[in-house]
């Protein structure tokens, strides 16, 4: 009995998805999540010191993503990938071990710094894995589910945390944390790696993701691509606007709901609504993918006025809309990031990532001051209008381009 060609393929792409969609889930399955900050005020801190310690975090993850990107270019990316969660494990340990405002700030750099090794290598082991299987046109519904996966995690952490902090406290919280951060890497280590086997596939020039270059090298040639091709320009350019805005926006939906007159205790399902919507988002990821430049262009000019709306309109509507609009943000972004993976050649796919990244941290970093003036001025709904803005630009300037696309995926 014969295996059928797309029964095989299956079953190659199961090698890979298995561990990874692990590997989403247990790293976001972090209970200390929706307690941290709690824990940050019961040991003493001020307002001005747990926000200079988010400013620690911001920091490191802006300060190390580019070197951590050429680094995923040397060496093996799943053994960073592997080591990431280990450092947030480490970080989170310092909290209990020892808290206090040092061990709070040294535990955000471990965390910052774990974040930064994986952004840029997991979404170049991913693309140059798929490379290997000649699959690469499943990028984007692959990592949609990975997005998926990610808020589900969180949302599911958030959901567990109540009960285990009443049971156990902050000890039984932060062991079921490290727990999550210690299998989170066991699943990296898991995931394929055929670097030299996929050069072939992924880069045009046949040189060998597997063969031996220094650092240096590596990070001038991703810095130089970053710069000087237009197309990849255009695609970092298009993933740090996506993916910027939409993510600050959603830290303030529980204070968006406060502001317009919903209990307390019905907040958390106001987030949840809106959880399950770009949860939704990263599903569709795949599907949307397909559609054409001007079809995309318009879903994401939709996702300005379902923002906008969603902020401005009471109860469950405006939740709906709110949780629709960042669904669109959160397939586009996912679609961005497979158009910035197709264009990419060369050796240095994860550095070039991590320039995306970098964009990515430093304005979403930079519009919370933003927010915070707009809200001083307009409340939390009107600030939400605005800043949802850019989204109808990024749809103009997308609907007028005319990528050149081949049947290799427009590289």
Known sequence: MTTSPSRA?????LRLTRPLYAYAALGEFVLLYPLYAVLFDQSGLSVAQISSLFAVWSLTSVAVSVPAGAWAD?????????????LSAAGFSLWLLWPGYWAFAAGFVLWGAGGALASGALEALVYTELGHRGATERYARVMGVVRALDVAAVGAATLLAIPVMAHGGYTAVGAGSVTACVLCSLAALALPEHRAGAAAADHADGSGEGEPRGYRAALREGLAQAR????????????VVVSSFWMMLEEYVPLLAAESGVPT?????????????VTAGGLLAGPVSRLPVGALALLLGLAAPAVAAGALLPGPPGWVLLGAGFGVCQAAGVVADA??????????????????ALGTDALTTASYPLYAGVF????????????AAPYLVAALVLGRSRPRRTASGGR
């Open 9 to 13: 393929a299956h079953a190659r792409a």
């Open 265 to 277: 205790d019905t907040v958390p399902v106001v987030v949840l609504v809106v959880w399950v919507c």
């Open 228 to 239: 000087s091709s237009r197309r990849v320009r255009g695609a970092i350019t298009l993933v």
């Open 376 to 387: 001083t001025l307009t409340g939390h709904s009107a600030a939400f209008a605005l800043f």
């Open 339 to 356: 158009r910035l993976q197709d264009r990419i050649t060369g050796t240095s796919r994860a550095t070039v990532t991590s320039v995306a």
């Open 74 to 86: 040397v060496v093996p990316r799943r053994y960073l990938l592997a080591a990431a969660p280990l």
